[in-house]
């Protein structure tokens, strides 16, 4: 009767807060990112001169697509001589970590130098932030009773930082999780499913997802999700061929294993934020460490999968959970838990008197989520 009660308190609280969107919103939202970024942007630069960036794998794999070497895109030795011609000389070179359907968001970029490619993309990762700010915003509305006066100060979220300066491709993947949110949201689980398999270029954070739903019987959201997913596997192995594109995933298997390294610089499991990096640095790398990850995170996921939590809140229960099974994720990755954080933060004014002391602890945990990043 409470749970009841706290739900028609939020859905009566948001209705007394109507969403629009405005030209005053908008700019706000604008000068509070472009804040943001110049603050930091400055002591960024050396690096962003010199080619220091993650960017400088997605830029160098558009041009070896666009010129005809697609089926190159997972070779070492390919890599490094065209990142070396193309951005600077490196000992070694930077592994491209994705499938090869996402070479060709990069393709259009490598038609310039790869300083104007860099704040180009910089330009096209803010551009999608402030369309995800939209369509969250709804979302936060609460957030406004307790004078939190602009929700898009949630975004100042130090995973989504690093992701635009290192010019990463994780703000794409909160896009799509915040239209699939949205999708949800209006009974449209076909569209969310579509939705969160475009996400698949980070797919060690997607397939948990899929399989959480699949495991609550999700089926629409399910289905469209194995559909686009047997697309974009076609696309792949179109744009690199089948050699390549059986390298990648054994790229990435390798990836994931603490015991090995892919062709380059080695994996750092320790700067991974997430259950497999936490065991790798306690247990110091020991040969223990993949298969006490696989056990914990096979166990954390059938507990999850036994809640069957309903609405949007299945798929703000599974961002966390992939986060936390992910065998590979760094910290520009964990810029999707801003949208379990905000929720949560936005839902506490209107939990109800009886659920205030755990109203407390949900407060608590979503902001310690929020600057943990940062420390």
């Given at each position: 009767?409470?749970?009841?009660?706290?739900?028609?308190?939020?859905?009566?609280?948001?209705?007394?807060?109507?969403?629009?969107?405005?030209?005053?919103?908008?700019?706000?939202?604008?000068?509070?990112?472009?804040?943001?970024?110049?603050?930091?942007?400055?002591?960024?630069?050396?690096?962003?001169?010199?080619?220091?960036?993650?960017?400088?794998?997605?830029?160098?794999?558009?041009?070896?697509?666009?010129?005809?070497?697609?089926h190159e895109i997972y070779d070492a030795s390919a890599q490094k001589v065209f990142q070396d011609e193309l951005v600077s000389r490196e000992s070694l070179p930077l592994p491209f970590f994705r499938p090869p359907y996402q070479a060709?968001?990069?393709?259009?970029?490598?038609?310039?130098?790869?300083?104007?490619?860099?704040?180009?993309?910089?330009?096209?990762?803010?551009?999608?932030?402030?369309?995800?700010?939209?369509?969250?915003?709804?979302?936060?509305?609460?957030?406004?009773?307790?004078?939190?006066?602009?929700?898009?100060?949630?975004?100042?979220?130090?995973?989504?930082?690093?992701?635009?300066?290192?010019?990463?491709?994780?703000?794409?993947?909160?896009?799509?999780?915040?239209?699939?949110?949205?999708?949800?949201?209006?009974?449209?689980?076909?569209?969310?499913?579509?939705?969160?398999?475009?996400?698949?270029?980070?797919?060690?954070?997607?397939?948990?997802?899929?399989?959480?739903?699949?495991?609550?019987?999700?089926?629409?959201?399910?289905?469209?999700?194995?559909?686009?997913?047997?697309?974009?596997?076609?696309?792949?192995?179109?744009?690199?061929?089948?050699?390549?594109?059986?390298?990648?995933?054994?790229?990435?298997?390798g990836a994931g294993s603490s015991l090995g390294s892919i062709a380059g610089p080695s994996v750092r499991m320790n700067l991974m934020a997430n259950l497999h990096g936490a065991l790798h640095t306690i247990l110091k790398g020991s040969?223990?460490?993949?298969?006490?990850?696989?056990?914990?995170?096979?166990?954390?996921?059938?507990?999850?999968?036994?809640?069957?939590?309903?609405?949007?809140?299945?798929?703000?229960?599974?961002?966390?959970?992939?986060?936390?099974?992910?065998?590979?994720?760094?910290?520009?990755?964990?810029?999707?838990?801003?949208?379990?954080?905000?929720?949560?933060?936005?839902?506490?004014?209107?939990?109800?008197?009886?659920?205030?002391?755990?109203?407390?602890?949900?407060?608590?945990?979503?902001?310690?989520?929020?600057?943990?990043?940062?420390?």
């Amino acid at each position: 009767m409470d749970e009841k009660q706290s739900a028609a308190d939020s859905i009566q609280n948001r209705e007394q807060l109507p969403y629009r969107l405005t030209a005053k919103a908008l700019v706000s939202d604008i000068v509070i990112l472009l804040f943001q970024l110049l603050f930091v942007l400055g002591l960024f630069m050396p690096l962003i001169r010199a080619g220091h960036v993650d960017f400088r794998t997605m830029y160098s794999t558009g041009y070896m697509v666009r010129t005809g070497h697609g089926h190159e895109i997972y070779d070492a030795s390919a890599q490094k001589v065209f990142q070396d011609e193309l951005v600077s000389r490196e000992s070694l070179p930077l592994p491209f970590f994705r499938p090869p359907y996402q070479a060709l968001v990069c393709v259009p970029f490598s038609l310039l130098p790869f300083r104007q490619a860099y704040f180009t993309f910089l330009a096209f990762n803010l551009a999608v932030l402030l369309l995800c700010m939209q369509l969250l915003r709804p979302c936060m509305s609460n957030l406004g009773r307790v004078n939190f006066r602009r929700p898009s100060l949630m975004f100042l979220y130090f995973p989504i930082t690093v992701a635009l300066l290192q010019g990463q491709d994780s703000i794409i993947l909160l896009a799509l999780l915040a239209g699939a949110l949205i999708c949800i949201q209006r009974d449209r689980e076909y569209l969310a499913g579509g939705l969160v398999a475009l996400g698949l270029i980070k797919f060690q954070l997607t397939i948990p997802i899929f399989l959480l739903f699949l495991a609550w019987r999700r089926w629409r959201f399910s289905a469209a999700f194995v559909c686009t997913s047997a697309a974009l596997a076609g696309v792949s192995i179109w744009i690199a061929g089948m050699a390549q594109t059986v390298h990648y995933l054994h790229s990435m298997i390798g990836a994931g294993s603490s015991l090995g390294s892919i062709a380059g610089p080695s994996v750092r499991m320790n700067l991974m934020a997430n259950l497999h990096g936490a065991l790798h640095t306690i247990l110091k790398g020991s040969s223990s460490v993949l298969p006490l990850t696989v056990a914990a995170s096979a166990a954390i996921m059938i507990l999850i999968a036994g809640r069957r939590p309903r609405g949007v809140d299945a798929l703000l229960i599974a961002i966390p959970a992939s986060a936390l099974v992910s065998y590979y994720m760094y910290i520009h990755d964990m810029c999707i838990l801003i949208i379990p954080i905000a929720v949560m933060l936005d839902r506490l004014p209107g939990a109800g008197q009886a659920r205030r002391r755990y109203g407390r602890v949900q407060m608590v945990t979503a902001l310690l989520m929020l600057v943990a990043p940062t420390v």
